[in-house]
């Protein structure tokens, strides 16, 4: 029975079958005309089998085929995250080259087609509040909200907030913004503001490849994050207004919009993380690295210390 069921298994995943018995010459001849991004039964595609099975040469052939990095199998990890747990950095450093190769390949593919869809967009302004609850009693009152502010002008989008980062029950006020401009060139299009330190940050299109290993040595030395969001149970409802006789709220936005509000309810953001690659030298370390990132490659704003703003 075992032995015909594996036969089964062969015939419909022949790259993990190569994979899984170290057979690299067959593996590179089957990529030829087999689908690379082809997942199993677990969700696992043959760059998953690979990499958890320390199979090297088949993760350098698999990239070469263009192997996807960003996937998830179905217990929401990357190739990617496995490689960490795993711990071999040069699997690491080529999985994490090819990630960003394809996310600008995948940029260029639709950055036309967003730019265009931006600019036929009329304009506005809306905003979001988030409310983040858990279901520990009491744990709900302690934990943050925010309020984002997106604006759209053309092809370009502003989104600020106050909610910089929440991790692990600790999160850190700011006043941040995130600026796209189509116009510009794809090296120049997103900029990143601190309105309270006065200080902006352009979010260069490619890295160098010091950059990259100390985003290597960040991701060795820290925890692998999984989040999923289900928006099964999502919901929208027309925000109500009135003690007694109830109706529909509306605001006025800028003295100018009159503004229907609505609520939205059921989304769930499930995260996960795993951390049995870690040491207390690499929670420290990380430290080291992330408090160095974050102190240097600054630029003032303009003379009058104001931050950049998209009108519309």
């Not at 320390?54 to 490689?83: D, F, I, M, T």
């Not at 450093?93 to 869809?117: F, H, N």
């Not at 907030?161 to 913004?177: A, C, N, P, Y």
């Amino acid at each position: 029975m075992s032995i015909s069921t594996c036969s089964e298994e062969e015939d419909v995943y022949p790259l993990h079958e190569c994979i899984f018995i170290g057979d690299v010459r067959k593996l590179s001849s089957l990529l030829r005309n087999h689908d690379v991004a082809r997942k199993d039964k677990h969700g696992n595609t043959a760059l998953h089998l690979a990499v958890m099975l320390g199979r090297k040469e088949c993760v350098q052939l698999l990239l070469a085929h263009g192997a996807p990095v960003k996937v998830k199998n179905l217990a929401g990890w990357s190739p990617l995250a496995e490689a960490i747990s795993y711990g071999d950095r040069q699997t690491i450093s080529s999985l994490v080259r090819k990630l960003k190769q394809q996310a600008r390949e995948q940029m260029e593919r639709r950055r036309p087609d967003l730019i265009r869809a931006l600019a036929q967009i009329q304009d506005f302004y809306m905003e979001l509040k988030w409310d983040f609850h858990s279901w520990v009693p009491l744990v709900s009152r302690i934990l943050p909200s925010d309020v984002c502010k997106i604006y759209k002008a053309g092809s370009g989008i502003r989104l600020d907030t106050t909610l910089v980062d929440f991790t692990d029950m600790k999160w850190e006020r700011g006043d941040i913004s995130f600026i796209f401009q189509g116009e510009k060139p794809p090296s120049e299009s997103l900029t990143v503001l601190d309105n309270k330190a006065k200080v902006y940050q352009r979010v260069r299109y490619e890295e160098t490849e010091n950059e990259i290993e100390d985003e290597v040595d960040i991701l060795m030395s820290s925890d692998i994050l999984a989040a999923q969001m289900s928006t099964k149970g999502i919901a929208f409802t027309r925000a109500q207004s009135g003690w007694i006789f109830r109706e529909d709220r509306k605001e006025t936005v800028a003295g100018l919009y009159r503004s229907d509000i609505y609520t939205i309810t059921g989304l769930v953001l499930e995260s996960r993380k795993r951390r049995e690659h870690l040491s207390t030298d690499d929670l420290q370390k990380n430290k080291a690295i992330i408090e160095s990132l974050t102190k240097g490659n600054t630029q003032n704003l303009d003379t009058n210390g104001e931050p950049t703003r998209v009108h519309h």
